[in-house]
């Protein structure tokens, strides 16, 4: 019992003497000694990258509002350089009013900038969408994009010429069609968020 007394004590004397010593090695320090942390700094303007995300309403009734959201970072165009694909939810008042949000497919330029192209990729569906994964499911070369939906998911085969075609029935992937909630689940208050890009900036050692 003694023995296993001081094991514990030995290990609480270690545990405390590494939180004692952590501050210290916070970060690199400069040539003062001050602790240099590093540093992010917004991008998303001036990459072209601002747009807005939907998850529900200001106040949403159903769970399923506000389970959006998500990215895939790949190369679609096999140009060497990672490209994005924004998954994006809905809402019931921009649904009434006819202006459903949708998804978005960024071109990345080389030159830390993107271009969109939802459009002339056929990339811009609709719908309670919640989130996205990546693969070469037909090995032909280019990477295919399935995107998950409260509904029939979907499957889009990577044309190799910047343009995507649903193949979702063809290939039997649509999983289950979900009802609507007889009642409510749980009542929130959420907003629209915007996407944000970040570049990291290291301190100098």
């Given at each position: 019992?003694?023995?296993?007394?001081?094991?514990?004590?030995?290990?609480?004397?270690?545990?405390?003497?590494?939180?004692?010593?952590?501050?210290?090695?916070?970060?690199?320090?400069?040539?003062?000694?001050?602790?240099?942390?590093?540093?992010?700094?917004?991008?998303?303007?001036k990459a072209g990258l601002a747009?807005?995300?939907?998850?529900?309403?200001?106040?949403?009734?159903?769970?399923?509002?506000?389970?959006?959201?998500?990215?895939?970072?790949?190369?679609?165009?096999?140009?060497?350089?990672?490209?994005?694909f924004l998954v994006n939810g809905?809402?019931?008042?921009?649904?009434?009013?006819?202006?459903?949000?949708?998804?978005?497919?960024?071109?990345?330029?080389?030159?830390?900038?993107?271009?969109?192209?939802?459009?002339?990729?056929?990339?811009?569906?609709?719908?309670?969408?919640?989130?996205?994964?990546?693969?070469?499911?037909?090995?032909?070369?280019?990477?295919?994009?399935?995107?998950?939906?409260?509904?029939?998911?979907?499957?889009?085969?990577?044309?190799?010429?910047?343009?995507?075609?649903?193949?979702?029935?063809?290939?039997?992937?649509?999983?289950?069609?979900?009802t609507p909630p007889n009642g409510?689940?749980?009542?929130?208050?959420?907003?629209?968020?915007?996407?944000?890009?970040?570049?990291?900036?290291?301190?100098?050692?």
């Amino acid at each position: 019992m003694a023995r296993s007394t001081l094991k514990v004590l030995g290990f609480l004397a270690l545990f405390f003497l590494a939180l004692l010593l952590l501050p210290r090695h916070g970060g690199p320090t400069s040539g003062n000694g001050e602790t240099q942390f590093t540093a992010f700094t917004d991008i998303t303007q001036k990459a072209g990258l601002a747009r807005k995300i939907t998850i529900g309403d200001a106040v949403s009734d159903y769970l399923i509002d506000v389970k959006a959201g998500g990215a895939c970072f790949f190369d679609y165009d096999n140009d060497g350089f990672q490209d994005i694909f924004l998954v994006n939810g809905s809402s019931r008042k921009d649904e009434r009013e006819g202006h459903p949000p949708h998804d978005y497919l960024f071109h990345n330029n080389g030159d830390e900038t993107f271009t969109d192209v939802t459009a002339k990729a056929h990339l811009g569906a609709s719908g309670w969408h919640t989130g996205c994964a990546v693969g070469d499911y037909d090995n032909d070369g280019y990477l295919d994009l399935y995107v998950t939906n409260y509904g029939p998911n979907i499957l889009y085969r990577n044309n190799g010429d910047g343009t995507f075609t649903d193949v979702t029935a063809k290939a039997g992937v649509a999983g289950p069609t979900l009802t609507p909630p007889n009642g409510v689940w749980e009542r929130r208050s959420v907003t629209s968020i915007t996407t944000a890009i970040l570049t990291c900036t290291l301190p100098a050692l």
